[in-house]
């Protein structure tokens, strides 16, 4: 099993600010997901997190505001621009290995004031 | 786009007595998996079903997988304290391994 370690596990940021989320997995996986969790809310996904490319986005989100950045097989980033207080959530990373299982880093919980 | 429904939303049990939480995808799925999160937790992965019509047991939990693959359910027998938790679906279409999940439902079980 895949064993994800994602940073920072919370925080509280000024809005118009941007906070970068880091998710570090201990081996090479082949997919990598960022899901947003609003509070009492089900899992949405963001974005695809594809090696040494752009990014694919799922309806309703874009680079300019979720910019990615997956530059090897292990780590990505996912940073939320400019944010508002609509922003604040749980943001997940996650890994599916061999098309079985995901498995879910800790989650950072970001509010926006 | 796909979507993914789960009913009941909430669940209120006394423990000992059993629950089911029913999930529906708008479009046919190529598997679709389980998982459980506890409060203040991250999801956490319980079983993945493939084929139509499939059955999995896990000691008290039992999954369900559609004829059609657009329908699961999971069903937990005489229910503890320590199945609290939010129980999410989450399918796949064939090509993928994006995860959609459901909106999930939440229990609780009154001791």
């Known amino acids: 099993s895949a064993v994800i370690s994602q940073k920072p596990s919370r925080d509280i940021c000024q809005r118009g600010t941007s906070l970068t989320i880091q998710c570090q997995v201990d081996?090479?996986?082949?997919?990598m997901f960022w899901y947003r969790q609003q509070p009492g809310q089900s899992l949405t996904l963001i974005a695809t997190?594809?090696?040494?490319?752009?990014?694919?986005?799922e309806s309703g989100f874009v680079i300019d505001k979720f910019p990615i950045s997956r530059p090897n097989l292990t780590f990505s980033t996912l940073t939320v621009s400019n944010m508002s207080p609509e922003d604040s959530s749980i943001y997940l990373c996650?890994?599916?290995?061999?098309?079985?299982?995901?498995?879910f880093g800790q989650g950072t919980r970001l509010t926006v004031v | 786009g796909q979507q993914v429904m789960q009913i009941p939303q909430y669940q209120h049990v006394q423990e000992g007595e059993d629950f089911t939480t029913y999930c529906n995808s708008s479009?046919?799925?190529?598997?679709i998996q389980w998982y459980k999160q506890r409060p203040g937790g991250h999801p956490v992965f319980l079983i993945q079903?493939?084929?139509?019509?499939e059955v999995k047991k896990q000691k008290r939990l039992t999954f369900q997988f559609g004829e059609a693959k657009k329908n699961s359910s999971l069903h937990i027998t005489a229910t503890q304290t320590t199945d609290v938790g939010t129980y999410f679906c989450?399918?796949?279409?064939?090509?993928?391994?994006?995860?959609?999940f459901g909106t999930g439902t939440r229990l609780k079980v009154l001791a």
């Open positions: 996650s890994v599916v290995d061999r098309g079985t299982e995901a498995f």
């Open positions: 081996s090479q996986v082949t997919m």
């Open positions: 997190a594809n090696q040494g490319s752009e990014a694919t986005y």
């Open positions: 479009t046919t799925l190529s598997n």
């Open positions: 079903l493939v084929k139509s019509g």
């Open positions: 989450a399918g796949t279409t064939s090509g993928t391994y994006k995860y959609i």
